[in-house]
């Protein structure tokens, strides 16, 4: 088992920040269908919260009126981008114009960042999920203060993850002990209902696409799925 990549840690102090984590992969060894396993955090640094929950709810009006997607549907990347003719009301073309504007809104939050890191599965089981874990989490403590004036100056890690996610209070003892040393982690993570977190659902987006560009399914080897890769690849260079 071995790290694949992840965004530079540059090991600058940051300011208070609230870290969505999603996941795309499994943890399994001997019979599973995938080879990696991705985590993919958008990190919202606290103060810009309130512009950003207002960016993402713009968003998802642009979308009910322009392609009907309902405001309130809740975007799973694995079925929206998946291979139904018709998954929310909407056909496959008008989904994957759904996922570059929401890149596209994604890449302009204020104050945020994202970082990912993948995990090639040499084996299965807890070791993967805990070396995906420290991995991402060390280098989002790294992340740099950011210079704006009204930064927050107050230092501190809080996790949120979709609670179907394999949350890392067991047996990553050592990550949260390694954590709470460097007085990065305020609160343990804990999980919310993705239905009810657009940031989720875009962390969702974003680890599924951090995923496909690894581990490409029949969709992302086409050109419509290529584009919108292209796009991703495009946001993580200048958002990490």
Known sequence: MGAVDGSRARGEDGGMRVVFVDESGDVGGIGSPTRHFVLVALVVEHISWPAVNAELRAMRERLSRSLGLRPDA????????????????????????????????????????????????????????????????????????????????????????DHHSRLPYRPSRTMLDELAASEELLELPFGRDSADSLVLQAADLMAYLAKQAIEPNSHFSKARGRTLLRQWERLMERMT
Do not use: N, Y
């Open 74 to 161: 809740e975007i799973h990347a694995s079925e929206f981008l998946g291979g139904s003719e018709s998954h929310l009301g909407l056909g496959v073309r008008s989904r994957f114009l759904a996922a570059h504007h929401i890149l596209r809104t994604v890449e302009k939050l204020p104050g945020v960042r994202v970082v990912k890191f993948a995990v090639r599965k040499d084996g299965g089981g807890a070791a993967i999920l805990d070396t995906a874990w420290m991995g991402l989490l060390r280098q989002v403590a790294g992340l740099p203060k950011p210079e704006s004036p009204t930064s927050c100056p107050s230092r501190g890690l809080v996790i949120i993850c």
